[in-house]
């Protein structure tokens, strides 16, 4: 888990986990993705991730003062591979830090998040973190210090928040990470056959301002979501290039254009016709 996204206003309208697989030689995160979203419609579109250090393993989550309480502030704690780079990212609607209830959510030493539960309505409701073993090859992060809190001692997080909304249960199928396989230390057998001489690969493509027909037949600028709020960022990226250029199906860049106010969803094709509909400024497709 490298970030969040979601929707933002009074408090936290919606939230999601954005993800990448991890790099085991350059030891940084791969292409993101923004997983599915949970809560309500309102609020504004917002990202919030560490720069320079893009392993989270601690969470800060802060409630409203009220009888229904929400959540209106996470701040990300993260971490680089070597633990040396700390960094914090704020998530938050019109919360300040120190301003209601918090607590600190912290992964074990040697683990990171990957990923997000907890409770949700027209809200977020509660949130919690997902734990896992830290990259291989990685050395075990240290404690963050002066950041007091709770010390967690396993893996799923007690979510923090009301006790409002629906229950998002861990989803061991989608919480964006991967888990270590031991492999042989013998070396391979060499191939029988001599490895055919690969084609030159293409080169990679920008497409600025991304449109696709509608049902209608009108040129629509795409969605920033596959599905209509679900899957956004990278899978409709590639989708886009899938069905634009399907020599190039895959999307290396994408850029968020927020608020274009009337876009088109690739997945669902359904019309999104709100202020606070996005799409991309451009996409860049590749090859596989």
């Known amino acids: ?14 939230i999601a986990p954005r993800c990448a697989v991890w790099d085991r030689t350059s ?20 990202i919030a991730y560490c720069v320079n250090a893009p392993l989270i393993n601690a969470l800060y989550v802060q409630r409203t003062r009220s009888e229904m309480p929400f ?10 591979a070597s633990g ?23 992964c074990p030493y040697d683990y990171v998040a990957v990923g997000l539960h907890g409770r949700a309505g027209d809200f977020v409701d ?30 799923v997080l007690k979510p923090i928040g009301g006790i409002g909304g629906i229950r998002k249960a861990p989803d061991t199928k989608n919480v964006g990470g991967v888990t270590p396989t031991m492999k042989s230390r013998l070396p391979a057998p060499p191939p029988a056959n001599p490895t055919p001489p690969q084609s030159p690969k293409l080169e990679q493509r920008r497409y600025d301002l991304p449109a696709i027909r509608s049902d209608d037949g009108i040129m629509e600028r795409i969605d920033y979501c596959l599905n209509f709020g679900e899957e956004c960022g990278d899978p409709a990226a590639s989708a886009y ?14 850029p968020l254009e927020f608020g274009i ?22 996409v860049v497709c590749a090859a596989p």
């Not at 030891?27 to 917002?46: D, H, K, M, S, Y």
């Not at 040396?84 to 919360?95: H, K, M, S, Y």
């Not at 896992?132 to 992060?141: F, V, W």
């Not at 876009?263 to 202020?275: A, H």
């Open 71 to 80: 959540v209106d502030v996470l701040q990300l704690w993260c971490r680089d």
């Open 126 to 155: 509660a949130v919690g973190l997902i734990c896992a073993p830290a990259p291989a090859n990685q050395p075990a992060l240290k404690p963050p210090s002066g950041i007091g809190g709770i010390q967690a001692d396993r893996p």
């Open 27 to 46: 030891q940084t995160p791969g292409i993101v993705t923004t997983l599915n979203f949970a809560g309500g419609r309102g609020g504004e579109q917002a």
């Open 1 to 14: 888990m490298t970030g969040v996204e979601g929707r933002r206003g009074a408090w936290i309208d919606a």
């Open 241 to 254: 290039c899938a069905a634009t250029d399907p020599q190039r199906p895959i999307a290396v860049e994408a």
């Open 84 to 106: 040396q780079v700390r960094e914090d990212a704020i998530f938050n609607g019109a919360g300040e830090i120190g301003g209601s209830d918090g607590v600190l959510l912290e």
């Open 261 to 282: 106010g009337r876009t088109f969803t690739i997945g669902d094709r359904q019309l999104c016709e709100q202020d606070n509909c996005s799409s991309f400024t451009y």
